[in-house]
């Protein structure tokens, strides 16, 4: 019951606190935008740093291909080799190339996905892992639901092309793009400037269509898209002096704009906020002298020029900033006390000893059996 309330109180915590850093970062003058929408988080903690109709449900376009990536690395294997459909071949837009029956690694259509924006690479993906689009749209749905969260997206295709039920907001993107560069390998390929492309249809150098990968100094990836009724999307993260940053900008007029307006949320975030962190095996200590540890590494967002302050109550860790608002609250896993260990550790071995005396014994046993003693 103690540790129900205690949960309880985190809830309420946590609810002000978010409400608490949107008011200061609002008061650290946050970036004027175009884009209709957007929103920076901490791509560690995942603190929202800045929103604009973070909420709103928008048209994505061609950065669903996160999604799609994410989900082939993560379901498929990428040494596979996938075999082109006809139906591939004439997905609109921009494309790879691929001739029907061409035979390609699945980490090669990924590639062609995410760096050139390869539509049909999309179509090709998607047929392999799941049989058809639709089916991919729905194993789609399902994966950034229940695996990231993402609670107010719908996808009906793996590129992005137009459609009236195909959907995100930049919160869903923002923590799409959070979860999917925690993987080294789609971290890797989103982050690809350029690369030789040796296709049956196309040989060429292919180059990635984020401009931010060249022109903002730190950025690691994600993807750039448009079409007319998405206007221009961007998706992006960036990493200076160990905080990373995420930014989500939709619907900007022009695709200037929309880098623009990212600059802009970069800048903001690397300026006024820094991520925290604490790791995994640093242990903690209740005034009881109970020793606790947090089984995974922890990240918090604080303002620049402040530093946190952590304590445990009870069995949570509890973090505050300067100003003694609560950033973090996590349970910790208790350590067990050496000398019970040491306890522990001699019961076994009595009872180990006892087990090899009693074997002894009984192996002494059956050897005078045999000789009728």
Same mark, same amino acid.
């Given at each position: 019951m103690k540790k129900i309330m205690h949960l309880m109180l985190i809830t309420a915590i946590a609810f002000f606190t978010a409400s608490h850093f949107s008011v200061h970062a609002h008061q650290a003058s946050s970036p004027q935008l175009t884009s209709e929408a957007a929103i920076l988080i901490d791509g560690k903690s995942g603190q929202v740093l800045y929103e604009k109709n973070a909420q709103q449900k928008m048209y994505p376009a061609s950065i669903t291909k996160i999604? /799609? !990536? $994410?989900? #082939?690395?993560?379901?498929? =294997? @990428?040494?596979?080799?996938?075999?082109?459909?006809?139906?591939?071949?004439?997905?609109?837009? /921009?494309?790879?190339?691929?001739?029907?029956d061409e035979v390609v690694y699945l980490e090669r259509l990924v590639q062609g996905l995410m760096i050139?924006?390869?539509? *049909? #690479?999309?179509?090709?993906?998607?047929?392999?892992? #799941?049989?058809?689009?639709? %089916?991919?749209? #729905?194993?789609?749905?399902q994966f950034v639901r229940e695996e990231i969260g993402a609670e107010n997206s719908n996808f009906t295709n793996p590129h992005g092309l137009y459609h009236a039920d195909h959907y995100t907001t930049a919160y869903d993107m923002a923590i799409i793009a959070k979860y999917a560069m925690q993987n080294e390998t789609f971290k890797e390929i989103a982050g690809t400037k350029e690369m030789e492309w040796n296709g049956e249809g196309w040989e060429t150098t292919i180059y990635n269509h984020h401009r931010l990968l060249w022109d903002y100094e730190g950025t690691t990836g994600?993807? =750039?898209?448009?079409?007319?009724?998405?206007?221009? /999307? @961007?998706?992006?993260? !960036?990493?200076?002096?160990?905080?990373?940053? $995420?930014?989500?900008?939709?619907? !900007?007029?022009?695709?200037? $704009?929309?880098? *623009? &307006?990212?600059?802009? @949320?970069? &800048?903001?975030?690397?300026?006024n906020y820094y991520t925290g962190e604490i790791g995994e095996d640093?242990?903690? +200590?209740?005034?009881?002298?109970?020793?606790?540890q947090l089984g995974a590494n922890a990240y918090v967002t604080l303002a620049a020029d402040t530093t946190m302050e952590k304590e445990v109550d009870e069995d949570f860790l509890v973090v505050r900033g300067d100003d003694g608002s609560v950033l973090l609250e996590k349970?910790?896993?208790?350590?067990? &006390?050496?000398?019970?260990? +040491?306890? %522990? =550790? =001699?019961?076994?071995?009595?009872?180990? &000893?006892?087990?090899?005396?009693?074997?002894?014994?009984n192996w002494l046993q059956r050897l005078l059996s045999l000789f009728n003693f």
């Amino acid at each position: 019951m103690k540790k129900i309330m205690h949960l309880m109180l985190i809830t309420a915590i946590a609810f002000f606190t978010a409400s608490h850093f949107s008011v200061h970062a609002h008061q650290a003058s946050s970036p004027q935008l175009t884009s209709e929408a957007a929103i920076l988080i901490d791509g560690k903690s995942g603190q929202v740093l800045y929103e604009k109709n973070a909420q709103q449900k928008m048209y994505p376009a061609s950065i669903t291909k996160i999604v /799609t !990536a $994410i989900i #082939a690395i993560e379901q498929g =294997n @990428l040494l596979e080799t996938v075999t082109v459909s006809e139906n591939a071949t004439t997905t609109d837009g /921009t494309r790879v190339y691929l001739v029907e029956d061409e035979v390609v690694y699945l980490e090669r259509l990924v590639q062609g996905l995410m760096i050139n924006s390869g539509n *049909d #690479a999309g179509t090709a993906i998607a047929e392999h892992i #799941a049989g058809s689009e639709e %089916e991919f749209a #729905a194993k789609m749905n399902q994966f950034v639901r229940e695996e990231i969260g993402a609670e107010n997206s719908n996808f009906t295709n793996p590129h992005g092309l137009y459609h009236a039920d195909h959907y995100t907001t930049a919160y869903d993107m923002a923590i799409i793009a959070k979860y999917a560069m925690q993987n080294e390998t789609f971290k890797e390929i989103a982050g690809t400037k350029e690369m030789e492309w040796n296709g049956e249809g196309w040989e060429t150098t292919i180059y990635n269509h984020h401009r931010l990968l060249w022109d903002y100094e730190g950025t690691t990836g994600v993807k =750039n898209g448009f079409v007319s009724q998405a206007g221009f /999307t @961007l998706v992006t993260s !960036a990493e200076k002096e160990g905080t990373e940053l $995420i930014a989500v900008t939709l619907k !900007a007029p022009t695709a200037e $704009i929309s880098y *623009d &307006d990212t600059g802009k @949320l970069l &800048d903001y975030g690397f300026a006024n906020y820094y991520t925290g962190e604490i790791g995994e095996d640093k242990v903690f +200590e209740s005034t009881d002298g109970q020793e606790y540890q947090l089984g995974a590494n922890a990240y918090v967002t604080l303002a620049a020029d402040t530093t946190m302050e952590k304590e445990v109550d009870e069995d949570f860790l509890v973090v505050r900033g300067d100003d003694g608002s609560v950033l973090l609250e996590k349970e910790l896993i208790p350590l067990e &006390d050496p000398s019970e260990i +040491e306890e %522990e =550790n =001699n019961e076994l071995n009595k009872k180990e &000893d006892a087990e090899v005396e009693v074997q002894q014994t009984n192996w002494l046993q059956r050897l005078l059996s045999l000789f009728n003693f």
